[in-house]
Each structure stands twice: as C-alpha cells, then as structure tokens.
C-alpha cells in the first residue's frame, strides 16, 4: 500500500523526471520564435530555415539522443542519464544564446536535440515504472502538462521581449540552460527506479546488455510499428504546428500578438484538456475511446485550414479544437503505451527506437515544410490533414486497452498472448 509520504515522492520524482519534457518543448518554441529574426538577421533562404528545423531538438538530433540515452538507460540505470544530460543540454544552450552566425545555430539545436532525445526515454520510463498501478495515467500526464507548459511560458515570455529583437529572445534560451543546471542538482536526490533494479537482479545470469532478439521479436516489433505509425504521423502535424506556427502567422500578415499569443493559447488549452480529461479518466475508461474522439477533433480542426482562408478568426478556432483534442490524443497516449508494451528490460531501448524513428521521420518532413507553407499552404494543410486521418485510424482500430493494470500484469498477458 502507497504512503501519504511514498505518493508525494512519486509525485515529486514525477514533476521532476517530466520537466525534461518543458525543456524540450521550451527549446523548440524557443526557436521557432526566434526563426523569422534569425532570417531576417542572416538572410536565411526557406531551405536554411528547413534545415534548421531538421536538426534541432524537435527532430532529427533529438532522435538520435533518444536512440542512445534509451539504449544507455536500459544498461546503465535511468537515473545515470537524467541527472547528467541536463550539463549537455546547457553547453548547447550557450550556442544559441551567443549566436552570431548561422553555423551556430545548427550547432546550437544539433547539440540540445541531443540531450533532450536522450532524456525523454529515461524520464519516460521512471515515471511509468515509479507510479501507482492506478495511477499511472495520471502520472504520465503530470509530464504531458509540463510539456505544453514550456511553450505557454516561453511564448507568453516572447511578447514582452520580441520588442527588443534577437537580444530580447536570447532570454529565453537562458532561462532554459539555467533550469537544465538546476534539474542537474535536484536529480541528484532522486532514486533510481526500484523496478529497473529488480529487472537487472533477474537477468544477473545473463551477457550484460540489450536483448535485441527479445526487443525485435515478433511480439515488440510490432508494438514498436504501431506506436511509430500512430505517434509518427500526428507528429508530423505536431511538428509542424509547434516550430512552425509563428513563422506561418507572420508570413501571412496576421497581428504581431497573434505571433505569440494564438500558439500560447494552443498550449494553454492543452494544459487544461489534460488535466480534465486525461489525467482523471485515462486510468478508469476506455482509452480506444478517448483517443478515437481526439482523433476526430484533430481531424476536423486541421480541415477548417485546408478549406478556410488563413485568417485570424479561423486560425483562432482552429486552435481551440486542436487544443482540446491535444490534450487527450496521440501524444499523451504515446507516452504511456510506449512505456505499458514493453518489459523493464528493454523498456527505455524501445521508447528510444520509436522516439528516433518518429523524430527523425519529422526531421525529413521538415525540410520540405517551409518550401510548401510559402507557395501553396493549402496542399500543406490538406497532407497534414490526411496525416492525421491515418493516425487517427491506426491509433484507434489497435489502441490497447491497459488502464488499471500493473506493468507485471501486462507483461504476463502478452507473453501469454505471444
């Protein structure tokens, strides 16, 4: 039985695994934010702007760090690369915080993708295997609301600082490089996951290492191509709405507030259908459901684009939808399936593959993005709705249905089931 004191450890370590999702987040407004001065500033061509989005913490080196921190995690322990790959993000910070050339910004995002791709299986993974069997969507979610907690922060920031230009907006990358120094110290008390620990006693007489003929297994492959499809697809939208929305209201002559304030707004909504809907029913309906009904909101808001002019009215409802149904949709569920289909053993190592493939997959989409957006926006919004349409199907017709089971529980019913 959980303790008065033992549940608010778990929600500390909880709140403090999960900021590594603010941080996340945080960097990739951060810089889409800065991106129309950036281009004005160093004459950035669409294809610049691409490439910048390709590699920074929303794709591509974010993949790759998520490859190796969750093949780390899984050898090393969680805790090794949580405390320690807040350093890493912060030496990367400072490229972004005194660019003066272009090259630094690729470097900049190239490093930060990094560190926060490797912290995302490890926090994931903690926080799934340290909650309550009852709880354990609730707690996921607590990561879900920092993560749109980071963009609502940063962009509320922005509209105050964008009147003094690229100097002003260096603020918020430090604010980020300061709370990744500070998450480096708090970690430091935190426990390493009991669960991680009773998996590597189990497999005392087994190779040190991964087990990749168990992770490619019939049984996990297919788990690791459904969460990939699912999560990957949405997330080709997400991608798009999180670095590039900003830049899209600007180029199409919106308000300058709307810049800063319609995203914000996105987030803030999120935050709110997280925790209404998400964190107190994720744990005790059908979870098929929930995502089945995002799935239609995101589809229907995204299509108001494709048939609708961009104007600030139809962007502002459009918001309102996609944040609703953010809040309960692919991204919150990605979090928790991808830590409920696998073992322990190769818990962080899976998350971490389909966390690469998805990002890196968006890394590529990115680079066409800015070249689409300028000359046709309406093809764009009609592939991101499609996008959503086949997330939404495959999300829904293979959801499974986890909610109050313990992790031993469901590894019990898929070796069965195997």
């Given at each position: 039985m959980t303790t008065a004191t033992g549940e608010e450890d778990h929600w500390r370590d909880t709140i403090l695994a999960g900021l590594a999702n603010y941080i996340d987040s945080g960097s990739i407004v951060a810089g889409s934010v800065a991106l129309a001065l950036w281009k004005n500033i160093y004459g950035l061509s669409d294809s610049f702007i691409g490439l910048i989005a390709a590699f920074s913490a929303n794709a591509i080196s974010a993949g790759i760090g998520a490859f190796i921190g969750g093949w780390l995690c899984d050898r090393l322990g969680r805790?090794?690369?949580?405390?320690?790959?807040?350093?890493?993000?912060?030496?990367g910070m400072l490229f972004l915080i005194f660019a003066s050339a272009a090259w630094m910004i690729i470097a900049g995002f190239l490093l930060v993708g990094l560190a926060v791709g490797a912290d995302i299986p490890a926090s994931w993974s903690l926080i799934a295997e340290q909650a309550p069997d009852t709880r354990r969507g609730a707690h996921s979610g607590v990561a879900q609301v920092l993560w749109y907690l980071g963009p609502v922060i940063v962009l509320g920031a922005a509209y105050f600082l964008k009147p003094f230009g690229i100097d002003g907006i260096r603020w918020l990358f430090i604010h980020l490089a300061i709370l990744a120094l500070g998450l480096t110290f708090l970690r430091?008390?935190?426990?390493?996951?009991?669960?991680?620990?009773?998996?590597?006693?189990?497999?005392?007489?087994?190779?040190?290492?991964?087990?990749?003929?168990e992770l490619f297994s019939a049984n996990y492959l297919k788990s690791m191509l459904y969460l990939i499809c699912m999560y990957g697809l949405w997330n080709l939208w997400a991608g798009y709405n999180g670095f590039f929305t900003p830049y899209l209201i600007q180029q199409n002559h919106l308000p300058v507030w709307a810049e800063t304030v319609v995203p914000a707004s996105y987030f803030a909504i999120g935050i709110v259908s997280i925790l209404t809907i998400f964190m107190t029913l994720s744990d005790r309906v059908n979870q098929r459901t929930m995502f089945g009904i995002s799935a239609i909101l995101h589809i229907g808001g995204m299509m108001m684009l494709a048939v609708l002019p961009f104007t600030l009215p139809v962007v502002i409802v459009h918001i309102l939808i996609m944040g609703i149904a953010g809040g309960f949709g692919a991204q919150s569920f990605f979090q928790l399936w991808s830590a409920e289909l696998f073992p322990t053993s190769i818990r962080s190592t899976a998350q971490g593959v389909t966390f690469a493939v998805?990002?890196?997959?968006?890394?590529?989409?990115?680079?066409?993005?800015?070249?689409?957006?300028?000359?046709?926006?309406?093809?764009?919004?009609?592939?991101?709705?499609?996008?959503l349409v086949a997330s939404g199907l495959i999300g829904y017709v293979w959801a499974p249905r986890n909610e109050g089971k313990s992790l031993e529980q469901l590894q019990v019913e898929r070796q069965a089931a195997a």
């Open positions: 805790k090794k690369i949580y405390q320690y790959d807040m350093l890493f993000y912060a030496f430091s008390r935190m426990r390493e996951s009991q669960r991680w620990e009773e998996s590597q006693a189990a497999r005392a007489d087994r190779p040190a290492g991964i087990d990749w003929h998805v990002r890196i997959g968006l890394g590529v989409w990115s680079l066409a993005v800015p070249t689409l957006a300028s000359a046709d926006f309406k093809t764009l919004a009609w592939i991101l709705t499609g996008f």
